[in-house]
């Protein structure tokens, strides 16, 4: 499909795809109803000085409760694909077994009701509530998480596969190595480096093992793993500088998109991290060719742009977000997209998460006024059809978010919603940018 450009107008090809995202976590609450067990979120979030204000999943969006109601506000704004997850623990209370018949319920619920107003389901498997009996096992530390996750995979698939033509495998498997094991902001909060990396390859091999275990169903649906990339640009123009930057590139995308996509790990971050190194010692035979199983489509989610010192450092050079990790360049949108498909071929990519948090006011007239929001879209979907101009063979782009939620160490002072929702009484306003991307979709462009 190309894009063409009318006058002072941006039009996205025919059949493409607007979305929005959300996971299961971060807007279910409901943590203790139907079976559902416990995941990792719930003891990090209930563990003191964790998040921010100490809050919690446990209530979150009242989405478990007000499905019904968040997939008419779906129908309004004229969504055409909605990206959610599956929460583990209510489908497996304690990471393996039979699944639970209540959590598969829900999500059948939820897909039917999709499908009714015209809505198509994308399904993340994992958004990071890993089973909290699996972390107690060793979580991704231990090998066996990743065959217990394509048992799970394989539940869900027999539970809602013919209803999802869309599946993604392991959300942002970088940040659960970051957040979770580098830095420790997010669950299970360790500070390992050793260990983050061969985090990095079970996740891997999860992807690959769950890919696998859809084509034994005899399923057509399509699969694909979900990385948050990063462009990562040298802060000045010499040549250790741009050393240093290859390298962190290979540190945040190459590790995780070579690995699938060409079947290698990048030889610099596997030299960088030495032949000791538990990931290094952690790939078996025949790893490689599990994780690099054919996918149907790359997920990127960008987000931000990282600037790269000579000494590996980094530095700020655009407007900080209210997320003190995120520098807003839209420009970073083509560069990334073009990027991949110059260097991995024509693979189908999804946008599967892009967004910004808001100071949201809620106005005495009760409209919330997001104009930051508005910019920082528009900006965006400018980007990604450049990239479509440019041979991007783009299909779909998914907001994140579609509602205010639950952001993780943020806890619920981000506001990341196109929709506004007022946690004292769970009720939901969409805000001016949702107004906008419904005139956005129904005209299919800018
Ligand atoms: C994503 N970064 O996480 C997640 O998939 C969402 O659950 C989350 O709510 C959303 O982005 C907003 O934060 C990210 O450091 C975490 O660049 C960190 C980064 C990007 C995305």
């Given amino acids: 499909p190309t894009a063409t450009p009318g006058a002072g107008t941006l039009r996205f090809p025919r059949d493409f795809g607007w979305g929005a995202a959300t996971s299961a976590y971060q807007i279910e609450g409901a943590a203790k109803e139907d079976g559902r067990g416990e995941s990792i979120w719930d003891t990090f979030s209930r563990t003191p000085g964790r998040t921010r204000n100490g809050d919690t999943g446990d209530v979150a969006a009242d989405h478990y409760h007000r499905w019904s109601e968040d997939l008419d506000l779906m129908r309004d704004l004229g969504l055409h694909s909605y990206r959610f997850s599956v929460s583990w623990p209510r489908i497996q209370a304690d990471g393996t077994g039979r699944p639970n018949q209540r959590g598969l319920d829900f999500y059948r619920r939820l897909v039917d009701g999709l499908h009714e107003r015209g809505v198509a389901p994308m399904v993340t498997l994992f958004h990071w509530d890993l089973p909290q009996s699996l972390q107690d096992a060793g979580g991704w530390e231990n090998r066996d998480t990743a065959y217990r996750f394509a048992d799970y995979a394989d539940a869900v698939f ?28 997010h669950a299970p909060g360790r500070q390992d480096p050793d260990a983050a990396y061969l985090v990095a390859h079970h996740l891997q091999l ?52 070579d690995s699938v996509l060409t079947g290698a790990y990048p030889a610099d971050v596997l030299a960088d991290l030495g032949e000791d190194s538990r990931l ?46 995120q520098q807003i360049y839209p420009e970073g949108m083509y ?55 440019a041979g991007v063979p783009l299909e779909s782009y998914h907001v994140w978010s579609l509602l205010d939620n639950f952001e993780w160490a943020e806890g619920y002072d981000q506001r990341w919603g196109l929709v506004y929702v007022d946690y004292a009484t769970q009720r939901r306003i969409p805000k001016r940018s949702a107004h906008w991307y419904r005139q956005v979709i129904s005209d299919n462009g800018l």
């Fill in 158 to 185: 027999r539970g809602l596969g013919d209803q999802v033509p869309v599946w993604l495998t392991v959300n942002e498997p970088k940040t659960v190595v970051q957040n979770g094991y580098l830095w420790g902001h």
């Fill in 206 to 257: 999860a992807h690959g093992l769950a890919v696998r275990a859809l084509r034994a169903t005899g399923s057509t649906a399509r699969i694909g793993p979900a990385f948050n990339l990063h462009p990562c640009y040298p802060a000045d123009d010499t040549p250790a500088a741009a050393a240093a930057t290859r390298l962190y590139d290979g540190y945040e995308n190459r590790l995780y998109l």
């Fill in 280 to 325: 290094v010692r952690g790939i078996a035979d025949g790893d490689l060719e599990i994780i690099s199983s054919p996918v149907d489509l790359l997920a990127v989610q960008y987000y931000t742009p990282i600037y790269v010192t000579a000494d590996g450092g980094t530095v700020r050079r655009w407007a900080t977000s209210e997320a003190e990790w």
């Fill in 335 to 389: 560069d990334i997209l073009t990027r991949v498909t110059r260097d991995y071929g024509p693979v189908p990519i999804t946008v599967t998460e892009n967004g910004l948090p808001c100071p949201d006011v809620v106005g005495a007239d009760g409209t919330v006024d997001d104009a930051g929001r508005i910019a920082f879209l528009r900006d965006h979907f400018a980007a990604a059809h450049r990239a479509i101009a």
